[in-house]
Protein backbone atom coordinates (compact mmCIF):
# COMPACT_ATOMS: atom_id res chain seq x y z
CA UNK A 1 0.00 0.00 0.00
CA UNK A 2 2.93 2.48 -0.79
CA UNK A 3 1.71 3.60 -4.05
CA UNK A 4 2.39 7.77 -5.31
CA UNK A 5 -1.41 7.89 -5.26
CA UNK A 6 -1.97 7.43 -1.18
CA UNK A 7 1.10 9.57 -0.38
CA UNK A 8 -0.51 12.24 -2.55
CA UNK A 9 -3.65 11.64 -0.57
CA UNK A 10 -1.86 11.80 3.04
CA UNK A 11 -0.53 14.64 1.70
CA UNK A 12 -3.55 16.77 0.20
CA UNK A 13 -5.25 15.99 3.91
CA UNK A 14 -1.86 16.44 5.38
CA UNK A 15 -3.43 20.30 7.37
CA UNK A 16 -6.15 18.33 8.62
CA UNK A 17 -4.58 15.79 10.43
CA UNK A 18 -2.33 17.20 12.50
CA UNK A 19 -5.14 18.18 14.87
CA UNK A 20 -8.61 16.87 14.57
CA UNK A 21 -10.59 17.82 11.71
CA UNK A 22 -13.59 20.46 12.99
CA UNK A 23 -16.05 22.20 11.01
CA UNK A 24 -16.49 24.79 8.43
CA UNK A 25 -18.86 27.58 9.79
CA UNK A 26 -19.47 31.01 7.74
CA UNK A 27 -16.49 30.52 5.62
CA UNK A 28 -13.81 29.52 7.96
CA UNK A 29 -12.29 27.01 9.38
CA UNK A 30 -13.07 26.32 13.09
CA UNK A 31 -11.22 23.81 15.29
CA UNK A 32 -13.85 22.33 17.46
CA UNK A 33 -13.90 21.53 20.54
CA UNK A 34 -16.32 18.33 20.50
CA UNK A 35 -14.82 14.61 21.44
CA UNK A 36 -13.27 13.32 18.58
CA UNK A 37 -13.19 9.97 16.75
CA UNK A 38 -10.46 8.65 14.63
CA UNK A 39 -10.99 7.70 11.58
CA UNK A 40 -9.47 4.76 9.87
CA UNK A 41 -7.56 3.55 6.63
CA UNK A 42 -9.80 0.97 4.97
CA UNK A 43 -7.36 -0.35 3.64
CA UNK A 44 -4.82 -0.50 6.44
CA UNK A 45 -6.15 -0.20 9.49
CA UNK A 46 -4.25 2.40 10.69
CA UNK A 47 -5.26 5.58 11.96
CA UNK A 48 -5.43 8.47 9.57
CA UNK A 49 -6.49 11.38 12.25
CA UNK A 50 -9.01 12.50 14.27
CA UNK A 51 -12.73 14.01 13.91
CA UNK A 52 -14.70 16.17 16.00
CA UNK A 53 -17.83 16.08 17.03
CA UNK A 54 -19.55 19.21 17.25
CA UNK A 55 -20.67 20.56 20.25
CA UNK A 56 -24.52 21.78 20.66
CA UNK A 57 -22.58 25.26 20.48
CA UNK A 58 -20.91 24.84 17.44
CA UNK A 59 -24.21 23.07 15.82
CA UNK A 60 -25.77 26.48 16.68
CA UNK A 61 -23.34 28.44 15.03
CA UNK A 62 -23.31 26.70 11.95
CA UNK A 63 -27.33 26.64 11.90
CA UNK A 64 -27.19 30.43 12.54
CA UNK A 65 -24.48 30.93 9.76
CA UNK A 66 -26.93 29.65 7.17
CA UNK A 67 -30.14 31.17 8.08
CA UNK A 68 -27.79 34.80 8.14
CA UNK A 69 -26.90 34.40 5.06
CA UNK A 70 -30.58 32.89 4.10
CA UNK A 71 -31.87 36.28 2.49
CA UNK A 72 -28.78 37.01 0.78
CA UNK A 73 -28.50 34.08 -1.12
CA UNK A 74 -31.82 33.31 -2.12
CA UNK A 75 -32.20 36.79 -3.65
CA UNK A 76 -29.15 36.42 -5.44
CA UNK A 77 -29.78 36.54 -9.20
CA UNK A 78 -29.97 32.84 -10.65
CA UNK A 79 -27.27 33.97 -12.88
CA UNK A 80 -24.93 34.79 -10.48
CA UNK A 81 -25.45 31.58 -8.69
CA UNK A 82 -25.32 29.99 -12.07
CA UNK A 83 -21.86 31.57 -12.18
CA UNK A 84 -20.54 30.62 -9.12
CA UNK A 85 -21.75 27.07 -9.02
CA UNK A 86 -19.84 26.68 -11.90
CA UNK A 87 -16.85 28.28 -10.70
CA UNK A 88 -17.35 25.24 -7.95
CA UNK A 89 -17.60 22.62 -10.76
CA UNK A 90 -13.85 23.63 -12.47
CA UNK A 91 -12.68 23.68 -9.03
CA UNK A 92 -13.37 20.16 -8.51
CA UNK A 93 -12.27 19.48 -12.58
CA UNK A 94 -8.93 20.97 -11.46
CA UNK A 95 -8.28 18.81 -7.73
CA UNK A 96 -10.32 15.90 -9.52
CA UNK A 97 -6.98 13.66 -9.38
CA UNK A 98 -6.73 14.81 -5.28
CA UNK A 99 -10.45 14.61 -4.54
CA UNK A 100 -10.25 11.07 -6.20
CA UNK A 101 -6.96 9.94 -4.21
CA UNK A 102 -8.71 11.14 -0.72
CA UNK A 103 -11.94 8.94 -1.34
CA UNK A 104 -9.57 6.12 -2.31
CA UNK A 105 -8.29 6.92 1.51
CA UNK A 106 -10.62 7.51 3.31
CA UNK A 107 -13.25 5.27 1.85
CA UNK A 108 -11.50 2.43 0.59
CA UNK A 109 -13.25 2.75 -2.59
CA UNK A 110 -10.71 1.81 -5.79
CA UNK A 111 -9.21 4.29 -8.37
CA UNK A 112 -10.43 2.59 -11.03
CA UNK A 113 -14.16 4.12 -10.02
CA UNK A 114 -13.08 7.41 -8.04
CA UNK A 115 -11.40 8.39 -10.77
CA UNK A 116 -14.51 9.22 -12.42
CA UNK A 117 -16.94 10.05 -9.06
CA UNK A 118 -15.15 13.49 -8.34
CA UNK A 119 -16.07 14.67 -12.17
CA UNK A 120 -19.70 13.58 -11.74
CA UNK A 121 -19.44 15.34 -8.92
CA UNK A 122 -18.69 18.43 -11.14
CA UNK A 123 -20.99 17.33 -13.56
CA UNK A 124 -23.53 17.66 -10.58
CA UNK A 125 -22.49 20.88 -10.12
CA UNK A 126 -23.22 22.02 -13.95
CA UNK A 127 -26.35 20.57 -14.44
CA UNK A 128 -27.74 22.08 -11.37
CA UNK A 129 -26.18 25.39 -11.88
CA UNK A 130 -27.96 25.93 -15.27
CA UNK A 131 -31.19 26.13 -13.74
CA UNK A 132 -30.86 28.03 -10.86
CA UNK A 133 -31.70 31.23 -12.76
CA UNK A 134 -34.96 29.73 -14.12
CA UNK A 135 -35.64 27.81 -10.62
CA UNK A 136 -38.11 30.07 -9.39
CA UNK A 137 -40.24 29.96 -12.52
CA UNK A 138 -44.14 28.66 -12.30
CA UNK A 139 -47.01 28.20 -14.16
CA UNK A 140 -50.14 30.19 -15.22
CA UNK A 141 -53.12 28.90 -14.17
CA UNK A 142 -56.37 30.90 -15.36
CA UNK A 143 -59.30 30.49 -14.55
CA UNK A 144 -62.68 31.96 -15.61
CA UNK A 145 -62.65 34.70 -13.04
CA UNK A 146 -59.50 34.97 -11.84
CA UNK A 147 -55.53 34.85 -13.54
CA UNK A 148 -53.72 31.69 -11.26
CA UNK A 149 -49.79 31.80 -11.45
CA UNK A 150 -47.37 30.36 -9.23
CA UNK A 151 -43.55 30.65 -8.56
CA UNK A 152 -40.99 28.97 -6.47
CA UNK A 153 -38.75 29.90 -3.73
CA UNK A 154 -36.12 28.45 -1.55
CA UNK A 155 -37.37 26.76 1.39
CA UNK A 156 -35.03 28.18 3.49
CA UNK A 157 -31.84 26.57 5.52
CA UNK A 158 -31.68 22.90 4.63
CA UNK A 159 -29.90 19.92 6.38
CA UNK A 160 -27.46 17.73 4.27
CA UNK A 161 -26.69 14.62 5.69
CA UNK A 162 -24.74 11.72 4.12
CA UNK A 163 -23.29 8.29 4.15
CA UNK A 164 -19.90 7.17 3.90
CA UNK A 165 -20.14 5.14 0.88
CA UNK A 166 -19.19 7.44 -2.16
CA UNK A 167 -19.02 10.62 0.08
CA UNK A 168 -17.91 13.17 -2.17
CA UNK A 169 -20.09 12.41 -5.20
CA UNK A 170 -23.01 11.67 -2.87
CA UNK A 171 -22.65 15.04 -1.31
CA UNK A 172 -22.62 17.09 -4.46
CA UNK A 173 -25.47 15.80 -5.78
CA UNK A 174 -27.48 17.31 -2.72
CA UNK A 175 -25.80 20.19 -2.29
CA UNK A 176 -25.88 21.69 -6.04
CA UNK A 177 -29.25 21.69 -6.49
CA UNK A 178 -30.23 23.50 -2.76
CA UNK A 179 -28.22 26.14 -3.10
CA UNK A 180 -28.91 26.33 -7.29
CA UNK A 181 -32.41 26.40 -5.59
CA UNK A 182 -31.20 29.36 -3.35
CA UNK A 183 -31.30 27.55 -0.16
CA UNK A 184 -28.31 27.71 2.31
CA UNK A 185 -26.78 24.69 3.97
CA UNK A 186 -25.66 22.65 6.88
CA UNK A 187 -24.08 19.46 5.67
CA UNK A 188 -22.66 16.53 7.89
CA UNK A 189 -20.65 13.91 6.04
CA UNK A 190 -20.25 10.63 7.64
CA UNK A 191 -17.94 10.51 10.58
CA UNK A 192 -16.23 7.72 8.96
CA UNK A 193 -14.96 9.16 5.56
CA UNK A 194 -14.85 12.72 6.36
CA UNK A 195 -12.29 14.64 4.13
CA UNK A 196 -13.48 14.97 0.93
CA UNK A 197 -16.40 17.06 2.51
CA UNK A 198 -13.93 18.97 4.12
CA UNK A 199 -12.12 19.80 0.43
CA UNK A 200 -15.80 20.27 -1.06
CA UNK A 201 -16.55 23.34 1.34
CA UNK A 202 -13.19 24.67 0.88
CA UNK A 203 -13.32 24.69 -3.12
CA UNK A 204 -16.97 26.04 -2.89
CA UNK A 205 -15.56 28.99 -1.15
CA UNK A 206 -12.30 29.61 -3.20
CA UNK A 207 -15.23 29.53 -6.00
CA UNK A 208 -16.49 32.12 -4.47
CA UNK A 209 -19.73 31.18 -2.22
CA UNK A 210 -20.35 33.85 0.40
CA UNK A 211 -19.53 32.97 4.04
CA UNK A 212 -22.79 30.99 5.74
CA UNK A 213 -24.04 30.20 2.50
CA UNK A 214 -22.44 26.12 2.82
CA UNK A 215 -21.63 25.15 6.61
CA UNK A 216 -20.30 21.61 7.17
CA UNK A 217 -20.08 20.28 10.69
CA UNK A 218 -18.92 16.57 11.55
CA UNK A 219 -19.81 14.71 13.98
CA UNK A 220 -21.80 11.76 14.76
CA UNK A 221 -25.24 10.72 13.87
CA UNK A 222 -27.06 10.16 17.55
CA UNK A 223 -25.32 13.40 18.67
CA UNK A 224 -25.02 16.24 15.98
CA UNK A 225 -26.76 14.70 13.24
CA UNK A 226 -29.91 14.57 15.73
CA UNK A 227 -29.40 18.42 16.84
CA UNK A 228 -29.42 19.38 13.17
CA UNK A 229 -32.61 17.74 12.53
CA UNK A 230 -34.01 18.40 15.50
CA UNK A 231 -32.90 22.29 14.99
CA UNK A 232 -35.90 25.04 14.29
CA UNK A 233 -34.39 26.96 12.15
CA UNK A 234 -33.59 23.82 9.44
CA UNK A 235 -36.30 23.71 7.18
CA UNK A 236 -35.47 20.15 5.26
CA UNK A 237 -33.63 17.47 5.90
CA UNK A 238 -31.94 15.38 2.76
CA UNK A 239 -31.03 12.33 3.59
CA UNK A 240 -29.11 9.65 2.27
CA UNK A 241 -27.94 6.67 4.34
CA UNK A 242 -29.72 3.52 5.87
CA UNK A 243 -33.29 2.73 5.96
CA UNK A 244 -33.37 3.08 10.34
CA UNK A 245 -31.70 6.19 10.18
CA UNK A 246 -34.51 7.44 7.66
CA UNK A 247 -37.18 6.26 10.65
CA UNK A 248 -35.17 7.89 13.45
CA UNK A 249 -34.74 11.55 11.68
CA UNK A 250 -38.25 11.64 10.58
CA UNK A 251 -39.03 10.91 14.08
CA UNK A 252 -36.56 13.44 15.27
CA UNK A 253 -37.78 16.14 12.30
CA UNK A 254 -41.62 15.90 13.30
CA UNK A 255 -41.80 18.40 16.19
CA UNK A 256 -40.37 20.90 14.24
CA UNK A 257 -42.66 19.67 10.75
CA UNK A 258 -39.45 19.42 8.36
CA UNK A 259 -39.79 18.43 4.92
CA UNK A 260 -37.69 15.08 4.36
CA UNK A 261 -36.21 13.88 1.54
CA UNK A 262 -34.48 10.22 2.32
CA UNK A 263 -32.61 7.73 -0.17
CA UNK A 264 -31.85 4.67 1.75
CA UNK A 265 -31.13 1.17 1.47
CA UNK A 266 -31.48 -1.25 -1.00
CA UNK A 267 -31.93 -4.82 -2.07
CA UNK A 268 -32.19 -4.48 -5.49
CA UNK A 269 -32.45 -7.74 -7.71
CA UNK A 270 -31.56 -8.51 -11.43
CA UNK A 271 -34.21 -10.47 -13.59
CA UNK A 272 -32.03 -12.19 -16.34
CA UNK A 273 -34.57 -14.42 -18.86
CA UNK A 274 -33.35 -17.43 -21.08
CA UNK A 275 -33.96 -14.92 -23.76
CA UNK A 276 -31.40 -12.51 -22.41
CA UNK A 277 -28.48 -11.30 -23.62
CA UNK A 278 -26.13 -13.80 -21.12
CA UNK A 279 -23.01 -12.24 -21.68
CA UNK A 280 -23.79 -8.79 -21.11
CA UNK A 281 -26.09 -9.70 -17.95
CA UNK A 282 -23.48 -11.19 -16.49
CA UNK A 283 -20.89 -8.44 -16.97
CA UNK A 284 -23.72 -5.85 -15.66
CA UNK A 285 -24.87 -8.09 -12.74
CA UNK A 286 -21.18 -8.91 -11.36
CA UNK A 287 -20.11 -4.86 -12.06
CA UNK A 288 -23.10 -3.76 -9.57
CA UNK A 289 -22.55 -5.77 -7.04
CA UNK A 290 -18.40 -6.19 -6.67
CA UNK A 291 -17.86 -2.61 -7.81
CA UNK A 292 -17.64 0.17 -5.18
CA UNK A 293 -16.62 -2.84 -2.63
CA UNK A 294 -20.18 -3.89 -2.63
CA UNK A 295 -21.28 -0.68 -0.98
CA UNK A 296 -23.56 0.82 -3.35
CA UNK A 297 -27.03 1.74 -2.55
CA UNK A 298 -28.09 0.46 -6.59
CA UNK A 299 -26.02 -2.92 -6.28
CA UNK A 300 -27.09 -5.99 -7.90
CA UNK A 301 -27.48 -7.74 -4.52
CA UNK A 302 -30.43 -10.67 -5.36
CA UNK A 303 -29.75 -12.38 -8.77
CA UNK A 304 -32.77 -13.55 -9.71
CA UNK A 305 -31.69 -16.44 -12.79
CA UNK A 306 -34.38 -18.15 -15.05
CA UNK A 307 -34.15 -21.96 -14.30
CA UNK A 308 -33.76 -23.00 -17.63
CA UNK A 309 -29.90 -21.13 -18.00
CA UNK A 310 -29.61 -21.03 -14.03
CA UNK A 311 -26.70 -23.93 -14.31
CA UNK A 312 -24.80 -22.31 -16.60
CA UNK A 313 -24.82 -18.72 -15.63
CA UNK A 314 -24.60 -19.60 -12.22
CA UNK A 315 -21.58 -21.62 -13.03
CA UNK A 316 -20.33 -18.78 -15.19
CA UNK A 317 -20.71 -16.29 -12.41
CA UNK A 318 -18.51 -18.27 -9.70
CA UNK A 319 -15.67 -18.16 -12.37
CA UNK A 320 -15.51 -14.18 -12.76
CA UNK A 321 -16.10 -13.69 -8.80
CA UNK A 322 -13.30 -16.01 -8.16
CA UNK A 323 -10.83 -14.12 -10.47
CA UNK A 324 -11.97 -10.62 -9.08
CA UNK A 325 -8.95 -8.78 -8.13
CA UNK A 326 -9.01 -7.92 -4.57
CA UNK A 327 -6.49 -5.49 -3.19
CA UNK A 328 -4.95 -1.99 -2.84
CA UNK A 329 -7.66 0.46 -3.61
CA UNK A 330 -5.30 2.74 -5.45
CA UNK A 331 -4.00 0.00 -7.33
CA UNK A 332 -5.89 1.02 -10.78
CA UNK A 333 -6.09 -3.26 -11.43
CA UNK A 334 -7.55 -3.56 -8.40
CA UNK A 335 -11.63 -4.37 -8.64
CA UNK A 336 -12.59 -4.94 -5.33
CA UNK A 337 -11.10 -3.00 -2.33
CA UNK A 338 -11.70 -3.10 1.95
CA UNK A 339 -14.73 -2.50 3.17
CA UNK A 340 -15.33 1.30 4.95
CA UNK A 341 -14.81 0.04 9.28
CA UNK A 342 -14.60 -2.86 11.44
CA UNK A 343 -17.81 -2.44 12.73
CA UNK A 344 -19.33 -2.99 9.25
CA UNK A 345 -16.39 -5.35 8.46
CA UNK A 346 -17.85 -7.69 11.14
CA UNK A 347 -22.04 -7.06 10.26
CA UNK A 348 -20.69 -8.22 6.75
CA UNK A 349 -18.89 -11.10 7.99
CA UNK A 350 -21.40 -12.05 10.39
CA UNK A 351 -23.85 -12.83 6.93
CA UNK A 352 -21.83 -16.67 6.51
CA UNK A 353 -22.96 -17.96 9.48
CA UNK A 354 -26.41 -16.57 8.44
CA UNK A 355 -26.04 -18.31 5.04
CA UNK A 356 -25.24 -21.20 6.33
CA UNK A 357 -28.02 -21.64 9.08
CA UNK A 358 -30.47 -20.65 6.00
CA UNK A 359 -29.34 -23.42 4.05
CA UNK A 360 -27.04 -21.47 0.94
CA UNK A 361 -24.44 -22.58 -0.85
CA UNK A 362 -21.15 -20.57 -1.08
CA UNK A 363 -20.26 -20.99 -4.83
CA UNK A 364 -17.62 -18.58 -4.34
CA UNK A 365 -15.91 -16.76 -1.01
CA UNK A 366 -17.30 -16.63 2.16
CA UNK A 367 -14.95 -15.67 4.45
CA UNK A 368 -12.85 -12.61 5.36
CA UNK A 369 -9.51 -12.45 3.18
CA UNK A 370 -7.08 -14.32 4.56
CA UNK A 371 -3.81 -11.88 4.40
CA UNK A 372 -5.25 -8.71 4.60
CA UNK A 373 -2.43 -6.48 6.38
CA UNK A 374 -4.95 -5.14 8.60
CA UNK A 375 -7.21 -3.97 6.29
CA UNK A 376 -10.63 -4.47 5.76
CA UNK A 377 -10.83 -6.87 2.85
CA UNK A 378 -13.55 -9.53 2.39
CA UNK A 379 -13.96 -12.30 -0.01
CA UNK A 380 -16.26 -11.06 -3.05
CA UNK A 381 -18.85 -13.43 -2.23
CA UNK A 382 -21.25 -15.63 -4.05
CA UNK A 383 -24.63 -16.94 -2.38
CA UNK A 384 -26.26 -19.59 -4.78
CA UNK A 385 -29.48 -21.75 -4.56
CA UNK A 386 -31.23 -19.38 -2.00
CA UNK A 387 -34.70 -18.67 -1.45
CA UNK A 388 -36.27 -15.55 -0.62
CA UNK A 389 -36.99 -16.24 2.49
CA UNK A 390 -33.57 -16.39 3.61
CA UNK A 391 -31.98 -13.28 5.41
CA UNK A 392 -29.29 -13.31 2.77
CA UNK A 393 -31.96 -12.40 0.17
CA UNK A 394 -33.74 -9.99 2.45
CA UNK A 395 -31.44 -7.55 4.42
CA UNK A 396 -29.40 -5.22 2.44
CA UNK A 397 -25.89 -6.69 3.45
CA UNK A 398 -24.11 -3.87 1.90
CA UNK A 399 -20.59 -5.71 0.45
CA UNK A 400 -19.58 -7.87 -1.67
CA UNK A 401 -21.91 -10.50 -1.75
CA UNK A 402 -24.51 -11.39 -3.94
CA UNK A 403 -26.96 -13.73 -3.58
CA UNK A 404 -28.70 -16.08 -6.25
CA UNK A 405 -32.38 -17.07 -6.62
CA UNK A 406 -33.68 -19.23 -9.68
CA UNK A 407 -37.02 -18.40 -10.86
CA UNK A 408 -40.01 -20.76 -13.37
CA UNK A 409 -41.12 -17.85 -15.19
CA UNK A 410 -42.28 -14.47 -15.51
CA UNK A 411 -45.17 -14.18 -12.48
CA UNK A 412 -42.97 -16.46 -10.69
CA UNK A 413 -39.73 -13.56 -11.20
CA UNK A 414 -41.86 -10.85 -10.40
CA UNK A 415 -43.37 -12.65 -7.49
CA UNK A 416 -39.94 -13.16 -5.76
CA UNK A 417 -38.08 -9.54 -7.28
CA UNK A 418 -40.88 -7.76 -5.07
CA UNK A 419 -40.82 -9.81 -1.93
CA UNK A 420 -38.72 -7.34 0.16
CA UNK A 421 -39.09 -4.85 2.32
CA UNK A 422 -36.49 -2.69 -0.16
CA UNK A 423 -37.88 -1.00 -3.40
CA UNK A 424 -34.67 1.12 -4.98
CA UNK A 425 -33.69 -0.51 -8.17
CA UNK A 426 -34.45 -3.06 -10.33
CA UNK A 427 -32.53 -4.41 -13.63
CA UNK A 428 -34.55 -6.93 -15.90
CA UNK A 429 -32.82 -8.74 -18.87
CA UNK A 430 -34.63 -10.14 -22.12
CA UNK A 431 -34.76 -9.58 -25.66
CA UNK A 432 -38.67 -9.98 -25.45
CA UNK A 433 -39.90 -6.11 -25.50
CA UNK A 434 -43.23 -6.91 -24.22
CA UNK A 435 -41.98 -8.60 -21.24
CA UNK A 436 -39.69 -6.20 -20.50
CA UNK A 437 -42.61 -3.41 -20.77
CA UNK A 438 -44.83 -6.43 -18.49
CA UNK A 439 -41.78 -6.81 -16.42
CA UNK A 440 -40.91 -3.00 -15.37
CA UNK A 441 -44.22 -2.46 -14.66
CA UNK A 442 -45.08 -4.81 -12.21
CA UNK A 443 -41.40 -4.30 -10.06
CA UNK A 444 -41.84 -2.44 -6.80
CA UNK A 445 -38.94 0.14 -7.71
CA UNK A 446 -38.55 3.55 -8.24
CA UNK A 447 -36.20 2.71 -10.87
CA UNK A 448 -35.97 0.59 -13.51
CA UNK A 449 -32.86 -0.39 -15.43
CA UNK A 450 -33.72 -2.89 -18.62
CA UNK A 451 -30.74 -4.33 -20.50
CA UNK A 452 -28.43 -1.89 -18.41
CA UNK A 453 -26.40 -1.79 -15.36
CA UNK A 454 -27.29 1.75 -13.46
CA UNK A 455 -26.23 4.52 -15.73
CA UNK A 456 -27.38 7.93 -14.19
CA UNK A 457 -29.00 10.30 -16.65
CA UNK A 458 -29.34 13.85 -14.40
CA UNK A 459 -32.91 15.12 -15.86
CA UNK A 460 -34.51 11.65 -14.36
CA UNK A 461 -35.78 10.71 -11.32
CA UNK A 462 -33.70 8.88 -9.06
CA UNK A 463 -34.82 7.35 -5.65
CA UNK A 464 -37.09 4.62 -4.41
CA UNK A 465 -40.00 3.21 -3.12
CA UNK A 466 -41.19 1.25 0.01
CA UNK A 467 -38.42 1.10 2.47
CA UNK A 468 -35.79 2.75 0.47
CA UNK A 469 -36.59 6.40 0.46
CA UNK A 470 -39.23 9.05 -0.14
CA UNK A 471 -39.04 11.56 -2.68
CA UNK A 472 -36.77 11.88 -6.06
CA UNK A 473 -33.62 13.58 -6.85
CA UNK A 474 -32.58 14.91 -10.38
CA UNK A 475 -34.19 17.16 -12.89
CA UNK A 476 -36.65 19.34 -11.60
CA UNK A 477 -37.38 16.98 -9.06
CA UNK A 478 -34.56 18.20 -6.62
CA UNK A 479 -35.88 21.97 -7.34
CA UNK A 480 -39.24 20.85 -5.98
CA UNK A 481 -37.82 19.70 -2.74
CA UNK A 482 -35.87 23.00 -1.57
CA UNK A 483 -38.61 25.29 -2.64
CA UNK A 484 -41.60 26.12 -1.58
CA UNK A 485 -44.51 26.65 -4.43
CA UNK A 486 -46.75 29.72 -4.33
CA UNK A 487 -49.85 30.35 -6.03
CA UNK A 488 -51.53 34.10 -6.47
CA UNK A 489 -55.02 34.24 -7.53
CA UNK A 490 -55.94 37.62 -9.34
CA UNK A 491 -59.40 38.46 -9.73
CA UNK A 492 -60.45 39.90 -12.70
CA UNK A 493 -63.05 41.96 -11.45
CA UNK A 494 -65.53 40.18 -12.67
CA UNK A 495 -67.06 37.60 -10.05
CA UNK A 496 -69.88 37.99 -7.80
CA UNK A 497 -68.83 37.94 -4.29
CA UNK A 498 -71.68 37.29 -1.34
CA UNK A 499 -72.57 39.80 0.11
CA UNK A 500 -73.15 39.30 3.98
CA UNK A 501 -74.74 41.74 6.48
CA UNK A 502 -76.24 43.86 4.04
P1 LIG B 1 -26.19 5.65 8.15
O1 LIG B 1 -27.66 5.78 8.07
O2 LIG B 1 -25.61 4.89 9.28
O3 LIG B 1 -25.50 7.09 8.21
C1 LIG B 1 -25.71 8.07 7.22
C2 LIG B 1 -25.50 9.43 7.84
O4 LIG B 1 -26.50 9.67 8.83
C3 LIG B 1 -24.16 9.61 8.56
O5 LIG B 1 -23.68 10.91 8.30
C4 LIG B 1 -24.53 9.45 10.02
O6 LIG B 1 -23.66 10.10 10.90
C5 LIG B 1 -25.91 10.08 10.04
N1 LIG B 1 -26.78 9.66 11.15
C6 LIG B 1 -26.79 8.47 11.79
N2 LIG B 1 -27.75 8.48 12.74
C7 LIG B 1 -28.37 9.68 12.69
C8 LIG B 1 -29.44 10.29 13.40
N3 LIG B 1 -30.10 9.65 14.38
N4 LIG B 1 -29.80 11.55 13.09
C9 LIG B 1 -29.18 12.22 12.09
N5 LIG B 1 -28.14 11.69 11.38
C10 LIG B 1 -27.75 10.44 11.67
O7 LIG B 1 -25.74 5.07 6.74
P2 LIG B 1 -24.26 4.62 6.31
O8 LIG B 1 -23.98 3.33 6.98
O9 LIG B 1 -23.35 5.77 6.45
O10 LIG B 1 -24.45 4.37 4.73
C11 LIG B 1 -24.89 3.19 4.17
C12 LIG B 1 -26.38 3.24 3.84
O11 LIG B 1 -26.65 4.31 2.94
C13 LIG B 1 -26.86 1.99 3.11
O12 LIG B 1 -28.09 1.58 3.67
C14 LIG B 1 -27.07 2.46 1.68
O13 LIG B 1 -28.00 1.72 0.93
C15 LIG B 1 -27.52 3.86 1.89
N6 LIG B 1 -27.33 4.65 0.67
C16 LIG B 1 -28.44 4.97 -0.06
C17 LIG B 1 -28.30 5.67 -1.25
C18 LIG B 1 -29.51 6.02 -2.09
O14 LIG B 1 -29.38 6.85 -2.97
N7 LIG B 1 -30.66 5.41 -1.87
C19 LIG B 1 -27.03 6.05 -1.69
C20 LIG B 1 -25.91 5.68 -0.92
C21 LIG B 1 -26.08 4.98 0.26
Not at 358 to 376: I, L, M, N, S, T
Not at 392 to 402: M, R, S, T
Not at 459 to 465: K, Q
Request: with cysteine.
Amino acid sequence: MGSARRTNALNTIGPHRQAPLGHFISGRSVEGAGSTTDVLEPATGEVLGQVRDATENELNDAVAASKAAFAGWSATPGEKRKAILHRVADLIEARADEIAEVECLDAGQCWRFMSKAALRGADNFRFFADQAPSAADGQSLPSQHHLNYTSRSAIGPVAVITPWNTPFMLSTWKIAPALAAGCTVVHKPAEWSPYSARLLVEIAHEAGLPPGVFNSINGLGETTGKRLTEHRDIKAIAFVGESKTGSAIMRQGSETLKRVHFELGGKNPVVVFEDADLERALDAAIFMIYSLNGQRCTSSSRLLIQRSIYDAFVAKAAERVEKLKVGDPFDPATEVGPLIHPRHFAKVASYAAVAATDGAKVAAGGAPVAEAGGGYFYQPTLYVDAETHMRIAQEEIFGPVLTVIPFEDEADAISKANDVQYGLAAYVWTSDLGRALRVSNALQAGMVWVNSENVRHLPTPFGGVKDSGIGRDGGDWSFDFYMETKNVALAYGSHSIQRLGV
